[in-house]
C-alpha cells in the first residue's frame, strides 16, 4: 500500500469497525435510536480487537511495502534512500495508531448524541470519517497510477530505463497477497465484533421504566397431611362383667 494513503486508508477502516461494533445488538435490524448505552465494560472488547487488527494486521501489509519496495510506495516521487530509516519507523506506527483513531473519532461522533447510534448518525459517519478518507486516497492514487503501474528503482523511473509493470511480476503477485490477507484480516475482525458475549458475562437487562415486570407463578405447596392422632377413649375389657364377675360360661 503506498505510504501517502496508508493512514488515510487506516482510519477508513477504523470507522468503518466502529460502524459494525455499534450494529452488533442489530444484527437484522437497522440502528434504533431506543438502543440502550453500552456498559463501560463492555467498550474494552471492541478496542482491543481493532488494536489487533491494526498491529497484526494493517501495519505488517504497510510496513512490506516500506520495507522490500519502498521507492513504489513513494510512488517514486524522492529517492528513499536518503530518507533516514526512522522515517519508516514513524510511518509504521503512524499507520498503526490510524485504525484506533478512526475507531475512536467514530465513537465520539456517535457519543455527541448520547452515546447511540442512530440510522441518521451512522450514515453521517460513515460519509464524513470513512467516505471522505477514502475519497481522498483514491484521488491521489488515480493521480499517480502511471508511477504506481511501474516496477523498479527511482533512478531507473526518473531515467526510463530497465522498469517493468507492476501487473505479472513479483510486486503485483505481493500486492494481491498483502490485500488477500488485508480482506480476511478485516472480515475475522468485524466477525468478532459482532459476536454477542458470553451469557455469563452478559450484563442483566433492566426493564423498562413503562415495562411492568412480570410475575413469578409459584407452585402450590404440597399438602401436607398429618398423622391422625389415637383414640384417647379407654377400651373396655373383653370378658369383665358388671360386679367384677367373669362373663364366661361356667
Given at each position: 500500500m503506498p505510504?501517502?494513503?496508508?493512514?488515510?486508508?487506516?482510519?477508513?477502516?477504523?470507522?468503518?469497525?466502529?460502524?459494525?461494533?455499534?450494529?452488533?445488538?442489530?444484527?437484522?435490524?437497522?440502528?434504533?435510536?431506543?438502543e440502550p448505552r453500552p456498559a463501560p465494560g463492555t467498550?474494552?472488547?471492541?478496542?482491543?480487537?481493532?488494536?489487533?487488527?491494526?498491529?497484526?494486521?494493517?501495519?505488517?501489509v504497510c510496513a512490506y511495502f516500506l520495507v522490500f519496495a519502498p521507492d513504489w510506495s513513494f510512488?517514486?516521487?524522492?529517492?528513499?534512500?536518503?530518507?533516514?530509516?526512522?522515517?519508516?519507523?514513524?510511518?509504521v506506527l503512524v499507520n498503526a495508531?490510524?485504525?484506533?483513531?478512526?475507531?475512536a473519532a467514530a465513537n465520539r461522533f456517535a457519543g455527541s448524541a448520547g452515546g447511540r447510534w442512530t440510522a441518521q448518525r451512522a450514515v453521517r459517519a460513515l460519509a464524513v470519517l470513512a467516505g471522505a478518507p477514502l475519497s481522498i486516497a483514491l484521488v491521489a492514487v488515480l493521480a499517480l497510477s502511471r508511477r504506481l503501474a511501474l516496477d523498479g528503482t527511482y533512478r531507473q523511473v526518473e531515467g526510463d530505463f530497465g522498469?517493468?509493470?507492476?501487473?505479472?511480476?513479483?510486486?503485483?503477485?505481493?500486492?494481491?497477497?498483502?490485500?488477500?490477507?488485508?480482506a480476511a484480516g478485516f472480515a475475522v475482525t468485524v466477525?468478532?465484533?459482532?459476536?454477542?458475549?458470553?451469557?455469563?458475562?452478559?450484563?442483566?437487562?433492566?426493564?423498562?421504566?413503562?415495562?411492568?415486570?412480570?410475575?413469578?407463578?409459584?407452585?402450590?405447596?404440597?399438602?401436607?397431611?398429618?398423622?391422625?392422632?389415637?383414640?384417647?377413649?379407654?377400651q373396655r375389657r373383653l370378658g369383665v362383667g358388671s360386679g367384677g364377675r367373669s362373663n364366661r360360661p361356667g
Amino acid at each position: 500500500m503506498p505510504a501517502f494513503v496508508a493512514p488515510l486508508v487506516g482510519f477508513a477502516l477504523g470507522a468503518l469497525l466502529a460502524w459494525f461494533s455499534a450494529a452488533a445488538p442489530h444484527r437484522l435490524g437497522a440502528l434504533r435510536a431506543s438502543e440502550p448505552r453500552p456498559a463501560p465494560g463492555t467498550r474494552a472488547r471492541p478496542l482491543a480487537l481493532v488494536s489487533l487488527f491494526a498491529c497484526l494486521v494493517f501495519a505488517p501489509v504497510c510496513a512490506y511495502f516500506l520495507v522490500f519496495a519502498p521507492d513504489w510506495s513513494f510512488a517514486y516521487l524522492v529517492d528513499t534512500r536518503r530518507i533516514p530509516s526512522a522515517v519508516d519507523l514513524v510511518l509504521v506506527l503512524v499507520n498503526a495508531a490510524s485504525v484506533p483513531a478512526g475507531f475512536a473519532a467514530a465513537n465520539r461522533f456517535a457519543g455527541s448524541a448520547g452515546g447511540r447510534w442512530t440510522a441518521q448518525r451512522a450514515v453521517r459517519a460513515l460519509a464524513v470519517l470513512a467516505g471522505a478518507p477514502l475519497s481522498i486516497a483514491l484521488v491521489a492514487v488515480l493521480a499517480l497510477s502511471r508511477r504506481l503501474a511501474l516496477d523498479g528503482t527511482y533512478r531507473q523511473v526518473e531515467g526510463d530505463f530497465g522498469v517493468h509493470p507492476v501487473a505479472g511480476g513479483p510486486l503485483g503477485y505481493a500486492l494481491l497477497w498483502m490485500y488477500t490477507m488485508l480482506a480476511a484480516g478485516f472480515a475475522v475482525t468485524v466477525s468478532a465484533l459482532l459476536r454477542r458475549e458470553p451469557a455469563g458475562r452478559a450484563p442483566k437487562a433492566e426493564p423498562s421504566p413503562g415495562e411492568r415486570p412480570r410475575s413469578v407463578q409459584s407452585k402450590p405447596a404440597p399438602e401436607v397431611v398429618l398423622p391422625r392422632p389415637a383414640s384417647t377413649r379407654p377400651q373396655r375389657r373383653l370378658g369383665v362383667g358388671s360386679g367384677g364377675r367373669s362373663n364366661r360360661p361356667g
